[in-house]
């Protein structure tokens, strides 16, 4: 049996990482997330958020999910067109960044072929299309 000691403990850690998911929901990074509940770094307030999120039942993680998605497609939207109005490097990768994001969300992971990671984001993408392709014509 858990100590009051430990029980108060689990009680904040639980506490800490459900405002650490609505913080996520509310649009907050996860450095802004480590820093508003003191967490080391951001990498501990992802941790914190993929943790409670084991916990939520499934509707609300597939409407953070859809949360997610929605977000991502309005950024997708904002750095195309600013791909399209000036060539900006720094779009084209926010755009390759936001497709490798939509793709986890979506469920795809990066082929891997002979061992080794797929060799570039071009080949994951068109490995990811011909999956979904293929699962579409076998529906």
Same mark, same amino acid.
């Given at each position: ?8 403990? /689990? +009680? ?9 998911? $609505?913080?996520? *929901?509310? %649009?907050?990074?996860? &450095?802004? *997330? !480590?820093?508003?509940? %003191? ?6 307030? +992802?941790? @914190? =958020? ?5 916990? =939520?039942?499934?509707?609300? =993680? ?6 997610? *998605?929605? /977000? #991502?497609?309005?950024? #997708? %939207? ?6 399209? &109005?000036?060539? &900006?490097?720094?779009?084209?990768? $926010? ?5 490798? @994001?939509? &793709? /986890? ?9 002979? %061992?080794?990671? !797929? ?6 993408? *068109? ?5 979904? #392709? ?6």
């Amino acid at each position: 049996m858990a100590s009051p000691k430990q029980t108060r403990q /689990r +009680f904040t850690v639980a506490e800490r990482r459900n405002q650490a998911v $609505a913080m996520r *929901i509310d %649009g907050a990074t996860y &450095d802004q *997330i !480590a820093t508003r509940l %003191g967490y080391a770094n951001r990498s501990g307030a +992802f941790k @914190a =958020v993929n943790e409670a999120l084991k916990d =939520v039942p499934r509707e609300n =993680v597939e409407e953070y999910r859809h949360l997610q *998605i929605e /977000r #991502l497609e309005r950024v #997708l %939207g904002t750095q195309f067109a600013r791909l399209d &109005d000036s060539g &900006d490097p720094a779009a084209a990768n $926010a755009v390759l960044r936001v497709l490798e @994001a939509l &793709d /986890r969300y979506h469920g795809f992971k990066p082929v891997d072929t002979a %061992g080794n990671a !797929a060799s570039s984001l071009l080949d994951t993408l *068109i490995a990811n299309s011909r999956a979904a #392709l293929e699962r579409a014509s076998t529906d």
